[in-house]
């Protein structure tokens, strides 16, 4: 089965400096990774994906992610935070059964923007 | 485009009571999913619809849950009787068909949250 682990269940950095939320994945075939956040009281918000391609990955929100074949990781980063990125931040991967597909997400990271 | 809707948002219920969660996904979304989200947890896969008809039920506990989406549009995800470790919050996903290489993702509602005291 396919699966993601997060490393950090929680990360703190300072308002304007660059972040770093941690993904890395176990997979069969080529994976499909995709990074979600969930907001308070919130359902699960799509920020990017990683298919195929180019190794760096633009989302919403100024977010990107980066896709390392040989460290198996895609990890999620931002130059400079917001308070307002302050969030729980689920990294998920694509996991396929006959013709299905569904997606698996690991714990989750919470992320704390100090202002 | 309206997004996925959830109700009830909140439920309290004592342990060995009912619950029902309605799902209406987004219009054409041939794909339904229920998730359960524990706190502190990842969201886990209960069921996957495709239209009306199951594809993939292998982590619903079934001597307690169960989950219809008679007419392939909305859904009802039942739990009876409730045990405490089913408190969480229950999410539900749609999208349309096709790949998800394509350009169609997992669009969720806001969730259930259910509390068994």
């Known amino acids: 089965a396919q699966s993601v682990a997060q490393p950090e269940d929680q990360v703190k950095v300072a308002e304007g400096n660059p972040l770093t939320v941690k993904c890395t994945y176990s997979v069969s075939g080529n994976p499909y990774l995709f990074w979600y956040v969930q907001y308070p009281n919130r359902g699960l918000q799509f920020l990017l994906k990683?298919?195929?391609?180019?190794?760096l990955v633009k989302g919403s929100y100024g977010f990107e992610a980066e896709f390392n074949k040989s460290q198996t990781s895609f990890h999620l980063k931002k130059p400079s935070a917001l308070v307002s990125d302050s969030a729980l931040y689920f990294c998920a991967v694509r996991d396929w059964n006959f013709g299905n597909e569904k997606l698996t997400f690991g714990t989750g990271t919470r992320l704390t923007i100090i202002p | 485009e309206a997004g996925v809707a959830q109700s009830p948002r909140y439920k309290i219920i004592e342990k060995r009571q009912s619950v029902a969660f309605w799902c209406n996904p987004i219009s054409g979304h041939a794909t339904l999913y229920w998730y359960q989200q524990i706190l502190g947890q990842g969201p886990k896969l209960l069921i996957q619809?495709?239209?009306?008809?199951?594809?993939?039920d292998s982590q619903l506990p079934k001597d307690r849950f169960s989950a219809e989406r008679l007419k392939g549009v909305d859904s009802t995800l039942k739990i009876q009787p409730a045990k405490l470790e089913d408190s969480a919050v229950y999410l539900c996903a749609s999208r349309t068909g096709g790949s998800l290489s394509g350009a169609n993702v997992l669009t969720f509602g806001a969730g259930s949250r259910l509390t068994v005291l």
């Open positions: 990683y298919i195929t391609g180019d190794n």
């Open positions: 619809f495709q239209n009306n008809g199951v594809v993939d």
